[in-house]
């Protein structure tokens, strides 16, 4: 490999070695696990099964969105680690499912869903500098930032036809205990809790989807049943209506919170669960108050509440002297 000499800088510049195929994919599947905070081939590619067991279409545009968004990091040079574990790619994914669910998948659409998962890396690069002054990464903010941008946008763009299940904009009312909950609704709505961090209401997918966090860590799947189940008896016991528990509405923030602060971010340990129960607790509530609070503008919530209990709990972390933050080798 012959080295070049850049004008600014005397010494020889080695470049960067191409990527290969094979290394590319995996980065993407990892990027697809990452979506539940899994560095791990095999669960994306469980993930990726999962969502076409409920949607070939959804899969696609998980497998495109990741692609392009990590594509976009390799073309601006994000250092290869990052790159390689997939840290670039699953808001990509997550911008592409949500582009196709909230939008008509017409062929402007498709070339928006490129043109997101290019930008959610771009959105990615700038919250993660700026959040690191606060020691927190992004998480699934640059997902919520950039689909809400397209979501807004269909009010003046003709062209972007939603699909009608945007929540029509209108100061949110008092609500009703409705329907009467039992056990095939925990049972399928335990489940709908998991697949829907996909957007997807199929028992069969969350089955999969729980059965790839198994595959990357015990610990992971357990913590991604116990949010699920935590996330909708709190629902349940407050008064939310059954049809919203089934479908695992209330559940999928706190699998990703029991998932993000139990086995990624903070050291194991019988204080840490405690902690990560009360922040699964706390994640039903702000789920319902970030649904009221954005309502009026016709959003959904997405993952937001998700996004603000693990930045409060992680900024907590450090006054309590029972807890630790996890470093790269106490990772489950």
Same mark, same amino acid.
């Given at each position: 490999?012959?080295?070049?000499?850049?004008?600014?800088?005397?010494?020889?510049?080695?470049?960067?070695?191409?990527?290969?195929?094979?290394?590319?994919?995996?980065?993407?599947?990892?990027?697809?696990?990452?979506?539940?905070?899994?560095?791990?081939?095999? %669960?994306?590619?469980?993930?990726?099964?999962?969502?076409?067991?409920?949607?070939?279409?959804?899969?696609?545009?998980?497998?495109?969105?990741?692609?392009?968004?990590? %594509?976009?990091?390799?073309?601006?040079?994000?250092?290869?680690? #990052?790159?390689?574990?997939?840290?670039?790619?699953?808001?990509?994914?997550?911008? *592409?499912?949500?582009?196709?669910?909230?939008?008509?998948?017409?062929?402007?659409?498709? %070339?928006?869903?490129?043109?997101?998962?290019? @930008?959610?890396?771009?959105?990615?690069?700038?919250?993660? @500098?700026?959040?690191?002054?606060?020691?927190?990464?992004?998480?699934?903010?640059?997902?919520?930032?950039? #689909?809400?941008?397209?979501?807004?946008?269909?009010?003046?763009?003709?062209?972007?036809?939603?699909?009608?299940?945007?929540?029509?904009?209108?100061?949110?009312?008092?609500?009703?205990?409705?329907?009467?909950?039992?056990?095939?609704?925990?049972?399928?709505?335990?489940?709908? @809790?998991?697949?829907?961090?996909?957007?997807?209401?199929?028992?069969?997918?969350?089955?999969?989807?729980?059965?790839?966090?198994?595959?990357? #860590?015990?610990?992971?799947? %357990?913590?991604?049943?116990?949010?699920?189940?935590?996330?909708?008896?709190?629902?349940?016991?407050?008064?939310?209506?059954?049809?919203?528990?089934?479908?695992?509405?209330?559940?999928?923030?706190?699998?990703?919170?029991?998932?993000?602060?139990?086995?990624?971010?903070?050291?194991?340990?019988?204080?840490?669960?405690?902690?990560?129960?009360?922040?699964?607790?706390?994640?039903?509530?702000?789920?319902? *108050?970030?649904?009221?609070?954005?309502?009026?503008?016709?959003?959904? @919530?997405?993952?937001?509440?998700?996004?603000?209990?693990?930045?409060?709990?992680?900024?907590?972390?450090?006054?309590?002297?029972?807890?630790?933050?996890?470093?790269?080798?106490?990772?489950?």
């Amino acid at each position: 490999m012959s080295a070049r000499l850049s004008a600014t800088d005397p010494l020889p510049v080695v470049p960067r070695a191409p990527w290969s195929v094979l290394a590319f994919a995996d980065a993407v599947l990892r990027g697809i696990g990452q979506v539940m905070l899994q560095n791990n081939r095999y %669960a994306g590619l469980l993930f990726v099964i999962a969502i076409a067991s409920s949607s070939p279409l959804f899969a696609l545009a998980a497998v495109l969105g990741t692609a392009i968004s990590t %594509a976009t990091a390799v073309w601006l040079a994000v250092d290869r680690p #990052s790159v390689r574990d997939g840290l670039c790619g699953f808001n990509g994914a997550l911008v *592409a499912i949500a582009l196709l669910v909230f939008l008509q998948p017409t062929a402007l659409t498709w %070339a928006c869903v490129v043109f997101a998962a290019a @930008g959610s890396t771009v959105v990615t690069a700038a919250m993660s @500098g700026m959040l690191k002054t606060w020691n927190v990464p992004p998480l699934t903010a640059p997902f919520v930032l950039t #689909s809400w941008c397209f979501f807004l946008a269909t009010a003046r763009l003709g062209r972007l036809e939603p699909t009608g299940l945007l929540p029509a904009a209108m100061l949110p009312r008092a609500a009703t205990v409705d329907g009467v909950v039992t056990l095939v609704t925990v049972g399928e709505g335990l489940f709908n @809790g998991v697949a829907q961090v996909f957007f997807q209401q199929s028992v069969i997918a969350g089955v999969l989807f729980t059965l790839g966090l198994f595959v990357s #860590s015990w610990r992971a799947g %357990a913590l991604a049943l116990a949010g699920s189940v935590v996330g909708l008896l709190v629902a349940w016991w407050l008064g939310a209506a059954e049809t919203a528990i089934h479908a695992g509405v209330f559940g999928f923030n706190s699998v990703l919170v029991a998932i993000a602060l139990g086995s990624a971010f903070l050291v194991p340990g019988w204080a840490a669960m405690l902690y990560v129960l009360l922040a699964t607790v706390v994640t039903t509530l702000v789920a319902a *108050a970030v649904s009221a609070a954005v309502q009026p503008v016709g959003l959904p @919530g997405l993952t937001l509440p998700f996004v603000l209990v693990t930045w409060l709990f992680l900024w907590a972390a450090p006054a309590f002297r029972r807890l630790r933050l996890a470093g790269p080798d106490d990772q489950a």
